[in-house]
């Protein structure tokens, strides 16, 4: 019959500690996550922005902006460029 290793008793508790610190620091990092707000602030000549974030499952952020309806086509267009370059 072999006879188990049997593991310092300070050894133990070491490994014990990490896991106890592993544990907190998973459940800080999901407290992170879950209140983490995609800043639009930058959009300001929108009217409404809509994000998708699927950060988490695909690595994937979605945007539709809706412009001011007083702004002409291209400035619209220009303003939204400038400001999705700002937002990445």
Request: overall charge negative.
């Amino acid at each position: 019959m072999e006879q188990e290793e049997v593991k310092p008793e300070e050894d133990v508790v070491v490994q014990v500690e990490e896991i106890e610190e592993n544990n907190k620091l998973k459940e800080h990092e999901q407290d992170d996550s879950e209140n983490l707000v995609i800043d639009t602030s930058m959009y300001e000549y929108s009217k409404e922005v809509e994000v998708t974030d699927a950060i988490d499952i695909n690595e994937y952020v979605s945007l539709i902006i809706r412009m001011n309806d007083n702004l002409e086509e291209g400035m619209a267009f220009q303003h939204a460029s400038n400001q999705t370059y700002e937002f990445l």
